[in-house]
């Protein structure tokens, strides 16, 4: 079972200020995903990258793939309260697609 | 576009008392999942389907059994509710083709308190 790894845990920033939060592994994805979760409600997701190297934004959120397929990150630019919420990655381990391992997340908190 | 669609929101069982959580989905994506997310312990897969009359254990299966009689549902059934068992749970479906997962969307959860 591959094991996805989030940095920072907790992170807590002003309006305005950038971020970037960490995703790691030791196992090579097909596909990785990022979600977006806010209390009561499920996860949402953000976006998928396939290609080792992508680069994908999403207005102020850039997505990057490592070139090996064994790490992302997700940049938020100028942070908004509204960016707020738990933070998830997920990989489809190489050879199966059956089912995504999600990392345990990154809690942002963006203060006005 | 209702997508995924959990019900009830919010149930509280007594220790040993039995319930099935509903889940459906509009969107004719082949694979559906069940998970559980407890605070801190991120996401756990329960049993997840790759197809109708298709099931699969997950990381954390057991206490719970499921059926996937069409593409469209997907119930969660508890049999012998225990205080263990008292989480958030999420459905989710997504489209799985040529060896890639596209990502889920998941149902709004259920809030689950087992007393």
């Known amino acids: 079972t591959q094991l996805l790894e989030q940095s920072p845990q907790f992170l807590s920033i002003q309006e305005g200020e950038n971020l970037t939060v960490y995703c790691n592994s030791s196992?090579?994805?097909?596909?990785l995903q990022w979600y977006r979760q806010e209390p009561g409600e499920g996860p949402v997701l953000l976006v998928t990258v396939v290609t080792g190297g992508e680069v994908k934004k999403l207005k102020r959120l850039t997505f990057q793939f490592g070139d090996a397929r064994k790490d992302s990150s997700l940049h938020i630019t100028a942070a908004q309260p509204g960016d707020t919420g738990l933070y998830l990655c997920a990989g489809a381990e190489s050879g199966s697609a059956r089912q995504l391992t999600f990392g345990s997340g990154t809690q942002l908190t963006v203060l006005p | 576009n209702a997508g995924v669609t959990q019900t009830p929101k919010f149930r509280i069982l007594k220790i040993g008392q039995s319930m099935t959580l509903q889940c459906t989905q509009d969107m004719n994506h082949n694979y559906m999942y069940w998970y559980r997310q407890d605070p801190g312990m991120g996401l756990k897969l329960i049993y997840y389907?790759?197809?109708?009359?298709?099931?699969d254990k997950g990381e954390v299966p057991n206490g719970y059994n499921v059926s996937r009689s069409t593409t469209e549902d997907f119930p969660l059934r508890l049999e012998l509710a225990a205080p263990s068992q008292t989480s958030v749970y999420f459905c989710?479906?997504?489209?799985?083709?040529?060896?890639?997962?596209?990502?889920?969307?998941f149902g709004s959860g259920t809030r689950l308190t087992v007393v």
């Open positions: 989710a479906s997504s489209y799985v083709g040529s060896g890639t997962n596209y990502g889920y969307t």
């Open positions: 389907s790759v197809g109708a009359g298709i099931t």
């Open positions: 196992s090579v994805f097909s596909s």
